[in-house]
RNA sequence: GCCCGCGUAGCUCAGUUGGAUAGAGCAUCGGAUUUCUACUCCGAGGGUCAGGGGUUCGAAUCCUCUCGCGGGCACCA
C-alpha cells in the first residue's frame, strides 16, 4: 500500500479511538509537504475537523498528535502552522516500505487486477496517407495512459476508428487512380482536393500490376470500389508498419463504414428515438462568419442539450445521409454494448468544440451508464537550427512520422511527447533531444538506468562471484543506509506507487515523466557525491555488507526506472551508446 | 458573438486536484574540477502565479468579471 494511504488510516485509526469515529473523514489527507522541514508527512486532520469539534485547531491537532506519538510508525511529531500535524516516520517503518521495494521489485506499488473494461481510443487518423506529425502526440499519449491504466489494473482495450465511409475515401481512390494512369503513361495533373502525396504512387504500380489496364476500360462507377478497396488496404499496411516504429499496436480497427453497412446507426437512432430524443427542429443559425451555402431548414436533432451540450446537434445531412456525429453515436453505443462502462477519447486540439458532445453521446446512449473522458493534446511545435519547420498539408509536405523517426528514433519521439502535460504545446527540438548531456531529459533519465547496470558490472569484479541478476537481496541488511542523501533517494524511490496512481486517476502520463527525471537526478546526485567523499560510493572497499545495501538500492532505482520507462513505451537500455 | 484550453522566474514548463516560505531545466552570475567510476559538479540571484473582485482558517488551484494568446463554431471528416 501507498505509505499514505497507510498513515492517512493510521490518524482516521486515531481519531476513532478519540472517540469521534463518527466524522466525515473523507476530506483529511496524508501528503508530502513541500518544504522537507516539515518532516515526511503532513495532515490536515485538525482543520477538518475542528468545526464539527468546536475546538480550536491547534489545540486538537496537539490531541490527535499526542495519540500519534505513541504509533509505531511514527518517530516524531509536531503540531505546525495554522493546525497542520508533521509527521516524522520511523526508520524502521521506511526500512520495512523500502525491503518491500527490494523484494516485490518491478512489481512494487502495482495493484491487483481491478477487472474493469476500459477503452482508450487514439489516432484515428484518416486512412488517406501516412501517420504524420499531427498525429503522433496522440498516438503516443494514447499508447501510455493504456500501458499506465494496464499497469493500474485495468482491462485495457485500445482501439482505432477508421473513417472510411465519407466522401475523402472516393477523393483517396480518384487520386490513386490518377497515379495509376501515370503508370500506365498518362500525363497526369493532381487537381485541388486530391491527395497529391508521393506515397500513392506506388499503389498505383501495384494496381497496374494487378489490373494491368483494364480498369481504364471501366466507367468511373465500376473501378472506383475496386480501386477504393485496393488503395485502403495499402493504407492500412502502411498505417500499421508506421504506428509499428513508435511500438504501437492496436487491439482493433473499427470501422466506420460497418456501421453505416450493417445497420447500426438506424438502430441507434432508433433506440434514440423511442426514448424521446431525437426531434424534428430547427437550429439557430452559427453567430460569426456564415458558410456561403448556408440556408436554414428543418432537420433531424440529437437533444444533446438534455445531456450536457451547447446545441442540439443534426443527424441526418441535407441529401439524407446520415451525419459523421451520427456515426459516431453508434460508434460509442457499440463500445458501451461491448461493455465499456469507462472510454478515454484522445484528440487533437482542433478537435476542442467536439468534447462536449461526444460526451453527451455517451451519457445518451448510456443512459447515464458510462463515463467518457476526452483528452484534448495540443500541437507540436517542430524546430530547427531555432527555426520552426512550417508545414502545408494542401501541398502534401508535412513532415511523416517515418521522417522523425529516421532522424531521432523512437525514446526521444516518445518521452518528449510525454514531457509535457496534454493541453500543453510542445517545442520539438530535433537539436536537442539527440543531444547527450542532462539538458536532455530522455538521454538523462535512460543514462540512469544505463549507470544502475555500469555499477553492477563493476560490483561483479569488486565483490568476487556478484550478479545481480541471481542475488537475493532481501538478504542484504538494509538499515545501513543511513546518510541523507541515500534516505532521500530511497524517499523518492517510495513515491513511485503514489506518482503511478495519480497518474493513473487523473489519466496523465506525463507526471510519470516528471517523476522519472527527478529519480534520475536524486540518482545521479548521489553518484556525483561519491566522487568527492568514497565512503558515499555505491561500492566501498572493505564493507561488503554496506556494499550489498547500497546495491539494493541501485537494483531498486533500475527497477523503478525500467517500470517508468515501459509505461511510456521508452526503451531501457543497460548501456549508452 | 458564443464555447473550450492556456496565461506561473529572462526562456521552456512542473505544481501531489484547497495547504505552510510557489519549484525544475535552460539562460545569467559566482565558485570547484582537467579525467577521477560514463556524457562535469556545487552554489547564488531572479516571482504582483495576466489583472480586479469574491468564497474560507488557508487560493496559482474553486466562483465571477476584464485583458491577452491558441483552437473551434448548421449540413464537411
Redesign the pocket.
Known sequence: MDIFVHFKSVIVEVIAQMGHGELDMSRI?A?????K??GDI?T?AA??LC?PLAMKPRDLAQNIAELLQAHADVSSVEV?????I?INVAPSFWASRFASLVAQKTDFGKPEKNNIKLMVEFTSA?PTGPIHIGHVRGTVFGDSLANLLDWAGYDVFREYYV?D????IITLARSAYLRYCEVLGDEINIPEGFYPGDYLVPVGEALVEQYGDKLKQMDESQYIPLVREFVMAAMFEMIKSDLLLLDVKFDNFFSERELHANGAIEQTLGDMRARGLVYQGT?PA????L?D???E?E?TLFKATDWGD?ID??LI??DGSF???AADLAYHRDKYLRGYKQQIDVLG????????RLKAAVRAVSNNDAELDVKICQIVKLLKNDEVQTMSKRAGNFVTLKDLYNEVGKDPIRFMMLY??N?????FDFDKVTD????NPVFYVQ?AH??T???M??AKVALDGFDAEQFDFTETDLTLLTDESEINLIKSLLNWP?VAL?AAE?H?P??IS?YLFDLA?NF??L??K??EM?QL??IVDDNDALSYARLAMVQAVADVIKVGLGILGVNAPQ??K
Open positions: 489527507n501528503e508530502p509537504p513541500r518544504d522541514t516539515h503532513a490536515n482543520m477538518i468545526k505546525a502552522g495554522p493546525g497542520f508533521n484518416n473513417n465511409a465519407g466522401s475523402q437550429l452559427p453567430k460569426g462568419q458558410p451555402d448556408y440556408e431548414r432537420q451547447d446537434r443534426a445531412k441535407s451525419t459523421y456525429f486540439a482542433d478537435h476542442g468544440g467536439y468534447v462536449k509535457r502535460k493541453e500543453a504545446p510542445i517545442d547527450k548531456s542532462r539538458e543514462y544505463a549507470r547496470y555500469s555499477i558490472r563493476q503514489k495519480t487523473f496523465e506525463h507526471r516528471f537526478a545521479h546526485g553518484w556525483n561519491g566522487k568514497p560510493r555505491f548501456q549508452m
